[in-house]
Every structure is written in C-alpha cells, then in structure tokens.
C-alpha cells in the first residue's frame, strides 16, 4: 500500500476519534440519540475501506459519489468542534437550571447541525468552480518589449479521487478562452498513479499557447511515482522541467523559463533531482527574463540573487478554506497572490482544484491571468 494512503489513514483514524466524541456529546446526547454515534462509527471505517478500494482501481459510481461524501463531512469538522466547546461552556455551570441547560444543550446542536449542513454546501458548490484571478506584473525599462504577454498558471490540480476527467476539461476550455502566450503548471497535477488515472489528465493535451505549456512537480507526484508522472505529461506534449531551463523568443527578448523539483525529493533520495534554482538556471542567458516555476512559494529564499525576474509557485492553496487559511498563513509568509520579494516578484497561485475535503468556503481555487505590463 503507498506510504501517503497509509499516513492518510491514521491521522484521519485519529481524527475520527476526536470528531466521534464531539458529534455524540453536542449534536446526539441532547436529543437522546447517542447510540446514533454507531452509525458515525460505521461510516468512518466504510470510508477508509473506499477509499483503499478506489485506489485499487475499483470505480463503481456508488464509491466515488460515498467518497466525496466523506471529504465534505471532514471539510466541516470545525463546525462541530465549535458546537462542542459551545455545549461545554454555555451549559457547564452548575447553578443553571436544569431544564434551561437542556434547551440551550439542543440549541446549540441544532444550530450545529443546520451550520454544519450549509456551510458545507457552500464550500462544495466553491470547490469545482475557481475563478479567473488578473493581476499585472510590472517589467523593468528594458524588458518593456514584453508587454501585454498574457501567462496563465494553473496550480494543485490534484485530479484523481473527486476531481475528474470533467473537472480538467473545464479548466482547459477556460485557460484556452483567455488567449495566453504562455502557460504554467506548478505542480501537484493528480492524486494518484499515473498509469491508473491517465485519463482524467489527458485532456491536459489540449492546453494551447503561442509560446507553449511548461510543467513542473509538485511534492504529490513523489507519493505516487514521479517519473510516472514526469513521462506522461512529457506524453501529452507540454515541457516539463526537471531542474533545467528552456530559452524561447519573445518580440526580440529572450524568456528564460527555469522550473525545479520539490523538496521531497531529498527526502526520497531521488539523487537526480536536486530542488535548487541554482542548478536550474546555470548556464542561461544572464540577460534575459527569468521566470521560476518553483511548486513551493518559499523556494525564493533559494531564488535570492540568481537574477529571477519573476517566480510562480502554488502548493499553499491559499489555505484551500475558511478558518484553516488563517492558520495556514502563520506558517507560510507568502499564502496567495502578488508579492515582492528582495528584487522580484512572487506569485502564489492558491491553486485550480483542492486536496481531500471538496470544501473551498470564502477562498475559491483560482486560474491566474497574469499580464506583463
């Protein structure tokens, strides 16, 4: 079994415990159903069974309709948590009349619930519909021959279990009706092997740009065969970049275009896969316009004075949903969009899919627009 399913697994059996003791005590016990916790019991262990059976390559319609069931129960457990420390504050004093304590204790599961149930639709509907985000980038004097070069990145697709073959059609039809020059992939394409899931990327082919589609991974490929995935997306015709550069024309400017490896290839001891801008842009033309596509936005830091212009990055989704994007952004100094960092500009996409919940409440996957002005 592959080591991410199995991480997977115990964090959210971990999870399931928790979230069991929250459900039973705020949103059942008030009501008298506490033994309907069973039921809860049942649908996490038949998740995980789902789930191994999927990524065995079983694809009846019932699974995937009971999975992405289960990721939107888990992309709400904040609610009950905050239903559960409400029922345990509000009603633990022990001067409270009883019959006060047991209406408030069925108030507050039932808003519970009826919360849990909204935010949760609002959160799925967000997922499968990211919006085009326009941003300008501003050139250097002597750059200026690149104006109005449109690029157009796409970030954390993460195709597989809930996201399909559908969803990648969209996206191609949208990135191709904004007439880019230039298209980026920034990593963490699929959840899954790529001989098992090929068809839901192969729409991918069909990307179209005046300068070409460049690709580089993301730390989800390693856990499911990197270089599966580095053939198949050379097979559907776009450059990928494994720590190396390619040098196109643009109106008389040369565009260097440099992408690198994620750092869980160290990890792996994926020798040939070094992770260091350094080595991706060795030997490129010191005065050209340099673009790094770089999967993780704190790859600047290794950036700093190699003469990047211009780096795009994805990986943080933005905190992929509301509350989780506020404590994402206390460990990731650049969370989503336009920056400036040093002498270049960096820009996070908060990617174009999501990973596990189908849940993107106030922070909608996005496709990036980005204009040289």
């Known amino acids: 079994m592959n080591i991410f399913l199995i991480v997977f697994s115990i964090s959210y059996l971990i999870l399931s415990l928790v979230l069991r ?87 507050i599961g039932g808003v519970g619930t009826v919360s849990a149930g909204a935010l949760a639709y609002k959160g799925y509907k967000s997922a499968f519909e990211p919006l085009v985000i326009k941003e300008n980038i501003t050139l250097d004097q002597n750059f200026k021959s690149l104006s109005d070069t449109k690029i157009v990145q796409i970030s954390d697709l993460h195709l597989g279990p809930t996201l399909n073959k559908d969803f990648a059609i969209d996206v191609v039809k949208t990135t191709n009706d904004l007439n880019p020059d230039l298209i980026f992939i920034t990593g963490d394409i699929a959840d899954g092997k790529a001989s098992e899931i090929f068809e839901m990327v192969a729409p991918l082919r069909d990307l ?38 390619q040098v196109i024309d643009i109106n008389g400017t040369q565009v260097t275009i440099a992408g690198i490896t994620d750092k869980t290839a160290p990890r792996l001891k994926i020798n040939n896969h070094s992770f260091d801008p350094k080595v991706a842009l060795s030997g490129s033309p010191e005065q050209s316009y340099k673009i790094l596509l770089a999967h993780r936005p704190k790859s600047c830091y290794q950036a700093e004075g190699l003469g990047v212009n211009l780096q795009l990055s994805g990986h943080t989704h933005g905190g992929q949903a509301f509350p989780w994007n506020l404590a994402v952004g206390l460990v990731q100094p650049y969370l989503k969009g336009l920056y400036t960092h040093k002498d270049f500009y960096l820009y996070v996409n908060r990617g174009t899919g999501f990973w596990g919940p189908p849940n993107r409440l106030l922070n909608r996957g996005e496709i990036s627009l980005l204009t040289l002005v």
């Open 21 to 107: 003791h929250f459900i039973k005590v705020s949103i059942f016990k008030p009501f008298g159903l506490s033994k309907l916790v069973y039921l809860i019991d049942f649908f996490f262990i038949s998740f995980i069974i789902a789930n191994i059976l999927t990524r065995q390559g079983y694809s009846f319609d019932f699974l995937k309709t009971y999975l992405k069931s289960g990721y939107i129960f888990i992309g709400i457990t904040w609610v009950f948590f905050i239903t559960y420390m409400a029922n345990t504050f509000l009603t633990k004093s022990e001067k409270q009349n009883p019959s006060r304590r047991d209406f408030l204790r069925k108030t």
């Open 208 to 245: 179209k740009s005046t300068f070409g589609v460049f690709y580089v991974v993301g730390n989800h490929e390693y856990y499911w065969g990197v270089q599966g995935w580095i053939d198949t997306i050379a097979a559907l015709g776009i450059n990928v970049l494994v720590d190396e550069h």
